[in-house]
């Protein structure tokens, strides 16, 4: 199977303070289509930036996106327009992204009116059927949903336009985890029913691991390891990998407004040797001088760490 989606290079900062914070820091990635790409890491080191970079939501600073064998940066209004229809997202919490006052069959039809659909009401029952979701919901309004309810009609305009991409940025992080499951397996069942290509984002290392064929781990803006979900897990070549299975699975505590991220944005200040340095069990003199660039390690494995062939950290 070829890659749906390749993206190269990409660079992406905002401005922070006084300063910059580089967001997304050299980013490449490919996914094969059909196939799920995880990409995990700690909150606030890129990955719901890459996520918008790769559905042209916002332009990289620097770098490439093809999907389908086609650039999305020189794209006119017309490709744009086509795009949209192909490539879609489903955020962490859809009632931050649809309005409240629709209803959910007017929610879920309009990507399919806005693309000129023909038999919308027809499409509409068919995709709350194919998310699982009883028909006489289609007229009431996301707040008389419960959270599981939201994320499948979030599910269901995603698919509508019978989209190749989903970027699914957190999807299952506000449910509690009795519904996680569920929401994860409709995922799964309607990928290998459509055949849709899924860069699936989040923190959560652990949960991943049954969604995701390969797992590309984030750390402050960069790659540090990816590989074969099964043995990526079976054998961390990263100390941040390393640390995050050890860590998983973790109490959860679910704070709306305060995601926690000072460190990252701390270490970012770094500039020569690892990113990872200050946080390693492992760093030597080399890491604190020498950033590690990301590597083959044979297998499709790849890491970005000086030590990567003998990095072991013990259990924390
Ligand atoms: P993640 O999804 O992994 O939590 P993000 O991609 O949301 O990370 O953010 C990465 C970094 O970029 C963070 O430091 C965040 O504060 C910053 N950032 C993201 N989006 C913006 C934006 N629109 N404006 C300013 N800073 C941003
Ligand atoms: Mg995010």
């Not at 890659?3 to 922070?16: F, H």
């Not at 059909?34 to 790769?54: P, W």
């Not at 599981?148 to 970027?167: K, S």
């Not at 049954?210 to 390891?225: C, N, Q, T, W």
Request: charged residues 25%.
């Amino acid at each position: 199977m070829s890659d749906l989606v390749v993206a190269e290079g990409l660079r992406k900062s905002y401005r922070a303070g006084r300063g910059r914070v580089a967001a997304v820091d050299g980013v490449s990635l490919h996914i094969e289509q059909g196939s799920t790409l995880a990409l995990v890491g700690e909150s606030g080191c890129g990955k719901s930036t890459t996520g918008r970079l790769l559905l042209a939501l916002e332009r990289p600073d620097d770098g490439s996106v093809e999907i389908d064998g086609r650039s999305v940066l020189g794209m006119g209004k017309r490709e744009l327009r086509e795009l949209r229809r192909t490539v879609a997202p489903v955020f962490q919490d859809p009632y931050d992204s649809i309005n409240g006052r629709w209803t959910v069959s007017s929610i879920v039809a309009e990507p399919l009116r806005v693309h000129g659909f023909d038999d919308v009401g027809t499409r509409v029952r068919d995709l709350l059927d194919a998310v699982g979701l009883p028909a006489e919901l289609a007229t009431r309004h996301p707040h008389e949903l419960s959270g599981g309810q939201r994320q499948r009609v979030a599910i269901a305009r995603a698919i509508a336009t019978g989209p190749d991409f989903l970027v699914c940025d957190e999807p299952v992080s506000a449910l509690d985890v009795s519904v996680q499951a569920q929401i994860v397996n409709l995922l799964r069942r309607i990928q290998s029913e459509r055949g849709i290509t899924y860069l699936f984002i989040s923190h959560d290392l652990a949960l991943v691991r049954h969604v995701a064929d390969r797992v590309a781990v984030m750390y402050l803006g960069r790659i540090v390891e990816e590989g074969a979900t099964d043995e990526l897990f079976a054998d961390p070549r990263h100390p941040y990998t390393q640390l995050l299975l050890a860590a998983a699975p973790r109490p959860r505590v679910r704070t709306h407004n305060a995601p926690a991220r000072p460190e990252p944005v701390v270490a970012q200040a770094t500039t020569v040797g690892c990113r990872f340095a200050p946080r390693c069990p492992l760093a030597t003199d080399r890491c604190c001088t020498e950033d590690p660039a990301l590597r083959g390690l044979g297998e499709g494995r790849a890491a970005a760490c000086h030590h990567a062939e003998t990095a072991r950290v013990g259990a924390v």
